[in-house]
């Protein structure tokens, strides 16, 4: 367990809504991230954050926006939800050790319907 | 740019049987390679790494994996399946680049038979 919580753990939203996920660290690790996971396709990245007000796009950015204003807290907001998003999402942490494994909060599912 | 291909979405074995999962990468640096396992509702969690150290990699839960240049493979194995293996693994590279971000494979989902 690397102190990662994440809410709502689950979420039902209609579409066209705005819908904000939080990721919550106790340990003050610099780089946090967003995936998403659907069957098939593992787990993809969303955004990432290499510290407070610094982040860049992954591979799935699209519709998404992201916001860190504190260490401790990275934010994933889909601006309007559409059924596609429909997924579960996971917050993780890279710890400060050299090989960059990442460790991962417990997961959002997220329905639009 | 770097990718995993896990061969199988879904593996069937017998208790007691042998577990045995594939990974191949592709990978333009050198590699870090990662295996994660998933239980039902349950967030990843990483069994093991390999960081050049040894390409023999013992895990959690009596799971090795083998470092295989030659043949860009990391497969992950265990000598005796359990009931409580049945879960969803990942394989994941990564540059050995610090901040070098994790790409997964698509999972392959496991099934214990009694």
């Known amino acids: 367990d690397a102190g990662i919580t994440q809410s709502p753990r689950h979420k039902v939203t209609e579409t066209g809504t705005p819908v904000t996920l939080r990721c919550h660290q106790t340990?003050?690790?610099?780089?946090m991230y967003w995936y998403r996971q659907d069957p098939g396709h593992g787990l993809r990245l969303i955004h990432y954050s290499y510290g407070v007000k610094d982040t860049d796009k992954g591979e799935v950015s699209d519709g998404y926006s992201v916001s860190r204003s504190k260490t401790e807290d990275f934010l994933l907001t889909l601006e309007s939800a559409t059924s596609s998003q429909t997924s579960v999402y996971f917050c993780a942490i890279r710890t400060s050790g050299d090989y960059n494994e990442q460790f991962f909060g417990p997961g959002t599912r997220l329905t639009v319907l | 740019a770097q990718s995993v291909t896990q061969l199988g979405s879904h593996v069937s074995v017998s208790e007691g049987a042998l577990v045995l999962l594939r990974c191949n990468y592709s990978?333009?640096?050198?590699?870090?390679l990662f295996w994660y396992v998933q239980y039902p509702n349950q967030g990843l969690q990483l069994l093991l790494k390999?960081?050049?150290?040894?390409?023999l990699v013992k895990g959690i839960n009596g799971f090795e994996a083998e470092f295989k240049k030659s043949e860009t493979s990391f497969h992950l194995t265990k000598p005796s399946a359990h009931m409580s293996d049945a879960a969803e693994y990942f394989c994941a590279v990564s540059g050995q680049a610090a901040g070098n971000k994790l790409t997964f494979g698509g999972g392959t989902r496991v099934l214990v038979k009694p």
């Open positions: 390999y960081t050049s150290a040894a390409t």
């Open positions: 340990e003050n690790h610099r780089y």
């Open positions: 990978s333009s640096v050198p590699p870090y």
